[in-house]
């Protein structure tokens, strides 16, 4: 009989080291040699590139507003151009003494949207609220009242336009898309097909053409000496563009709550709006945010198509103040770059605002 | 005999042009009456239940409840759903209320109940199903029997007169099964009238007071549980019995 020995087997080697700044490096960057090399040739291009991004940006950049220093050879960046025009950039053809009024007005839009996206605002009154800020915001900007001068909404221009027509039309065109979601699916079949119709209409043609038409062609079917300011006229033309997309990724996700959700609000008695609003539209709203708020990303940037129809939002402010001053044309870039980050900074927001709802309406699935 | 609750007369019922869902379906249900309802897949029985508060409805022939009979008059359906509860096979508990907000819904907004009237109402159906203290959960966080017992006590908030089950323990884990119907026991044995379409055959014989076995949308047999087991009238009651008691 053989006798069987007991032989421990060998000790494993400690794991190796994922935690520090050195763990880290190691485990991401260098953990093998594919990872390694794209490391190394990542890195060198990097290395290679940055030097010069921030040496034409900041090292060589001209800062004053001096377009004869922008001229000498081996310069970088001519931000002088922003310096000097940033007051037609941000507010357009506004007049220029008067410039105080879209500036408080912006402010006071921008404390009215942030605190429409904070939990303790949530209340009924926030509608009041909206409709006192709104109020102050055009009284302020159009004037004739407590002794201010009329400015007209053809010399508005510039970020309080791009804010005015991104935050209404984002506030309209939900509520929209919500009503036209829900006809959609609905069991009469006038409405359903009216709204099919409006979507597939306004879904076939491009922001522009709508724009044209609010613009250009709506006036002519009006009765004479009838009109409604180009700004509405335009404002609606978004916001029926932007409802009719919004529309369908609300669908979306109407369409992914399970029957059985609509079964049992049946069986207690739920009416037809009891039901969507306290058990479908929750949950649907809940599945669908990401592509919501991809939509209002997308619509903040659109309000830059306004400019074919003579209003001069942000981006065509810019371009205003550029090519009406032969000596500043050549540093068009430098003024982009600058609205880009304008453009930047608020998209960027809402799409961190996005990732905190999420987590706000997912909490029952949180196990 | 007594008033019926449940009555049907010769209802029909067609899914589609083709598939002749109920057959000629004449049953009397007498208040406080407990029914079971079995038979194979696809034989109609879930169908029969769901017309009670119609969630289906049914082409021909006359269905009342409790007196009214169910028509495409929407004033009656309501009615009908005031005094019926239902359980379903997957619970269907809405995943983005808690517990308490899923039970105090409709005596809310349908009843019109106060909140501090409909809480204190859905604490005592949650004591009755013995899970009070999951009352500020989500759904999602309790385990499928705890989920089904919600479901009980959102259905018994309605304070109906009739309790609906739809395959109520099949979408369970076994282990999960007993617990769910030791609450369904329990209401039977406090005079609830009860329709339970289930493969339970221990529960049929522990409350039911009828037995019906369905198959290709007629009723084949209705009979006492007793009877059904022991002395089944039907080739097909046998043949079913034999499949699910087989092993």
């Known amino acids: 009989m053989n006798a069987t020995t007991f032989e421990p087997v060998a000790a494993r080697p400690a794991p190796v080291r994922t935690a520090g700044a050195a763990g880290w490096i190691r485990t991401n960057l260098f953990g093998d040699w594919k990872t390694g090399l794209m490391t190394l040739l990542a890195g060198g291009a990097l290395l290679y590139v940055l030097p010069q991004v921030f040496g034409w940006a900041v090292l060589r950049a001209v800062w004053l507003p001096d377009y004869n220093a922008c001229r000498v050879e081996g310069v970088g960046a001519c931000w002088g151009v922003v310096a000097e025009k940033y007051r037609f950039i941000i507010f357009g053809r506004y007049p220029y003494e008067e410039q105080w009024r879209p500036l408080v007005a912006t402010v006071l839009m921008l404390c009215l949207l942030a605190a429409s996206c904070t939990r303790a605002f949530w209340r009924p009154w926030l509608v009041l609220i909206w409709v006192a800020i709104l109020a102050a915001f055009f009284a302020l900007m159009y004037g004739n009242v407590f ?103 609300i669908r979306g996700g109407l369409q992914a709550i399970p029957k059985g959700q609509l079964e049992a609000a049946a069986t207690l008695g739920l009416s037809y709006w009891q039901t969507q609003i306290k058990i479908v539209l929750p949950q649907a709203l809940a599945m669908v945010v990401p592509s919501i708020m991809n939509n209002f990303i997308g619509l903040f940037k659109d309000t830059s198509l306004v400019t074919i129809v003579s209003l001069y939002e942000l981006t065509g402010a810019l371009s205003l103040a550029i090519n009406s001053d032969a000596n500043w044309r050549p540093f068009k870039l430098e003024g982009y770059l600058f609205i880009a980050m304008i453009y930047f900074t608020f998209c960027f927001l809402m799409s961190r605002y996005s990732l905190w709802i999420e987590k706000q309406v997912n909490k029952g699935k949180a196990r | 005999m007594q008033e019926p609750i449940i009555r049907f007369d010769k209802v029909n019922m067609w899914f589609g042009n083709d598939f002749h869902v109920l057959r000629d379906i004449d049953l009397c249900v ?105 009352a500020g959960k989500y759904p999602l966080q309790l385990s499928g029997g705890q989920q089904q017992r919600v479901a009980i006590a959102r259905a018994l908030c309605l304070t109906p007169k009739i309790m609906l089950f739809d395959e109520p323990t099949s979408a369970l884990d076994p282990e ?25 055959m221990g529960f049929a014989k522990a409350v039911a007071d009828q037995v019906i076995f369905m198959d290709q949308g007629q009723i084949v047999e209705q009979n006492t549980p007793t009877e059904f087991f022991t002395n089944p009238r039907s080739e097909r009651s046998k043949d079913f019995l034999s499949k699910i008691l087989g092993h």
């Open chain 2, 176 to 200: 999960m099964i007993k617990e769910v119907l030791d609450v369904m026991v329990e209401l039977a044995n406090q005079g609830m009238t009860m329709l339970c379409v289930t493969h339970e």
């Open chain 1, 147 to 249: 002794g201010l001068s009329r400015i007209e909404t053809d010399r508005w221009g510039g970020l309080p336009l791009t804010i005015l027509l991104a935050s209404l039309s984002i506030t309209l065109a939900f509520p929209i898309a919500v009503a036209v979601a829900l006809g959609r699916r609905s069991g009469l079949p006038a409405i359903r097909a009216f709204c099919t119709i409006y979507v597939e209409l306004i879904r076939g043609v491009p922001l522009i053409s709508v724009l044209f038409m609010a613009s250009f062609m709506f006036p002519l079917f009006m009765p004479e000496g009838f009109s409604i300011d180009v700004l509405i006229r335009v404002l609606a033309g978004i916001t029926l563009f932007a409802a009719a997309y919004l529309a369908e990724v």
């Open chain 2, 30 to 134: 007498a208040p406080g009456e407990r029914i079971v309802i079995c038979g194979p897949s696809g034989s109609g029985k879930s169908t029969l239940l769901r017309c009670i508060n119609r969630l289906e409805e049914h082409q021909e022939g006359h269905l009342y409840v409790d007196g009214v009979e169910l028509t495409d008059d929407l004033k009656a359906i309501d009615d009908v759903r005031k005094k019926v509860g239902m359980v379903f096979q997957q619970f269907n508990l809405f995943p983005h209320l808690t517990v308490l907000e899923n039970l105090t819904l409709s005596p809310m907004w349908v009843g019109k109940l106060p909140k501090k009237e409909a809480e204190a109402r859905a604490l005592a159906q949650l004591e009755r199903v013995r899970i009070a203290e999951q």
